[in-house]
Nanobody
Framework: QVQLVESGGGLVQAGGSLRLSCAASGRTASRYGMGWFRQAPGKEREFVAAVTWNGGTTAYADSVKGRFTISRDNAKNTVYLQMNSLKPEDTAVYYC????WGFGIHRKGSQHDYWGQGTQVTVSS
């Protein structure tokens, strides 16, 4: 079992930055792929970013490419999402995920095995 705990959400003005963190418990967490998804009110959950177990491959949704950066520190069992140039449309609950298939990138939520409780990000205009 893996437990994921997100932190770092909050309220920020458009153009600002936030860094989300996700701490993973469990000895095998460092072998898993990790990802971030988000869900805005009235919208479907969507893929944001993902990283393979060793950080060697990353992937991003087109809507965040060039503004968000996913990274991980396996020594700390933590994955990060650096969010720059934030826009009001980035407002959502952001969820950290763990994917037991750590060697590739899965963009579908159903392919991720563990989920955190979510952290709210609100971007004001």
């Amino acid at each position: 079992q893996v437990q994921l705990v997100e932190s770092g959400g909050g309220l920020v003005q458009a153009g600002g930055s936030l860094r989300l963190s996700c701490a993973a418990s469990g000895r095998t967490a460092s072998r898993y792929g990790m990802g971030w998804f988000r869900q805005a009110p009235g919208k479907e959950r969507e893929f944001v970013a993902a990283v393979t177990w060793n950080g060697g491959t990353t992937a991003y949704a087109d809507s965040v490419k060039g503004r968000f950066t996913i990274s991980r520190d396996n020594a700390k069992n933590t994955v990060y999402l650096q969010m720059n140039s934030l826009k009001p449309e980035d407002t959502a609950v952001y969820y950290c995920t763990a994917d037991v298939w750590g060697f590739g990138i899965h963009r579908k939520g159903s392919q991720h095995d563990y989920w955190g409780q979510g952290t709210q990000v609100t971007v004001s205009s």
